[in-house]
Nanobody
Framework: QVQLVESGGGLVQAGGSLRLSCATSGRTFSDYVMGWFRQAPGKKREFVSG???????????DYADSVKGRFTISGDNAKNTVYLQMNSLKPEDTAVYYC???????????????????WGQGTQVTVSS
């Protein structure tokens, strides 16, 4: 079973950048589809981005329309860590961001949060206007 620990959240002004990290342990992280989700107060948890491994150092990534062109997901096999680089942040990006794992190397990325079986504790991202 994999364990997930997020870090990198914080307070940033609109237009700024943050990089979130999701460190994994317990199993080879490229055996998993890794997803980033977020949940703002009073709203449902929503898919942000996902990554699935298609080779030793090759992966496919997907993004929600709301973050395309601003956010970039990447993975580092050597560090068993997934990153979410967030640029041009907007106040509406404010939320708790969660990392999630779904076992299955090369599986298609799913945007359905219930499909993921392991979650991190979340990290708060606040974007001020």
């Amino acid at each position: 079973q994999v364990q997930l620990v997020e870090s990198g959240g914080g307070l940033v002004q609109a237009g700024g950048s943050l990089r979130l990290s999701c460190a994994t342990s317990g199993r080879t992280f490229s055996d998993y589809v890794m997803g980033w989700f977020r949940q703002a107060p009073g709203k449902k948890r929503e898919f942000v981005s996902g990554i699935t491994w298609i080779g030793t150092n090759a992966y496919y990534a997907d993004y929600a329309d709301s973050v395309k062109g601003r956010f970039t997901i990447s993975g580092d096999n050597a560090k068993n860590t997934v990153y979410l680089q967030m640029n041009s942040l907007k106040p509406e990006d404010t939320a708790v961001y969660y990392c999630a794992a779904l076992l299955g190397r090369g599986r298609p990325i799913t945007v359905v949060s219930d499909s993921y079986h392991t979650w991190g504790q979340g990290t708060q991202v606040t974007v001020s206007s």
